[in-house]
């Protein structure tokens, strides 16, 4: 696989830095995956490159990218605006990338920046018009140890698919957790479950799988996922 390909952002006065992970040719869906990175790691930790790595070579164009205060080396997130401002800013360099302008958009990322993705997918703008669907890595759906407060109103303004791919002993929300807000909101939302798995997917062996296995599988469902976009 090639070295992904260095993009600067431009945000406003401000700028980041974004990678893009060329799709492999022979398995190419045509459709570009933007991940934004959790709060406590940038789109450089293993994590974040494995998941960019392992769907290219399944056929996704995938942009990764550091939200400002990571790019700053800072280590307290962004206001929800800045936050916001930066995932658009990447989804609109993304687009416009000559390689990509035919690809279906599908936005996502870890934890946090799933959430972001969600927060600017829910905005009904004629940007969020243009997303295809919505993979979260871990979803955020609580603060850990306060699961009365929740973070998923928003999620009801929505309207393309969304796939949580959920731990079952995930702090910060459990499927079982995500399970009665899809039902409640109506969402077009399917969940896949990681038996044993937490907020990164890390699974005790007693669940059958290996730490490999379960993020092959993590990853083959968000490739057959995806190309049944419409």
């Not at 080396?73 to 035919?102: F, H, M, N, W």
């Not at 955020?140 to 973070?151: C, M, T």
């Not at 005790?204 to 490999?212: I, S, Y």
Request: a positive charge; proline letters at 5%; hydrophobic letters at 35%.
């Amino acid at each position: 696989m090639t070295e992904p390909q260095k993009l600067t952002v431009k945000v406003n006065d401000d700028q980041t830095t974004a990678y893009i992970y060329t799709a492999d040719k022979k398995t190419r869906s045509n459709i570009t995956l933007v991940l934004g990175h959790g709060a406590g790691a940038n789109q450089l930790s293993g994590f974040m490159q494995l998941f960019a790595t392992g769907l290219a070579q399944r056929g996704m164009d995938v942009v990764t990218f550091n939200f400002l205060y990571t790019e700053r080396g800072r280590g307290a997130p962004d206001p929800k605006a800045k936050l916001e401002l930066c995932y658009r800013s990447v989804i609109e360099a993304a687009r416009a990338q000559k390689k990509l302008k035919t690809n279906r958009l599908v936005i996502g990322g870890k934890s946090m920046g799933g959430r972001i993705a969600s927060q600017v997918a829910a905005e009904g703008n004629e940007s969020a018009k243009a997303i295809a669907g919505l993979v979260f890595l871990g979803y955020p759906l609580h603060p850990p140890g306060n699961p009365a407060k929740l973070r998923a109103e928003h999620l009801q303004h929505i309207r393309a698919p969304m796939l949580f791919v959920q731990g079952t002993r995930d702090s910060l929300g459990t499927p079982d957790e995500i399970q009665p807000i899809i039902k409640q909101l109506h969402l077009p939302a399917k969940i896949y479950v990681i038996e044993g798995g937490d907020h990164s997917f890390k699974a005790p062996k007693k669940f059958g799988l290996t730490q490999d296995e379960i993020y092959e599988g993590a990853m083959n469902e968000i490739d057959s996922w995806s190309r049944s976009l419409k």
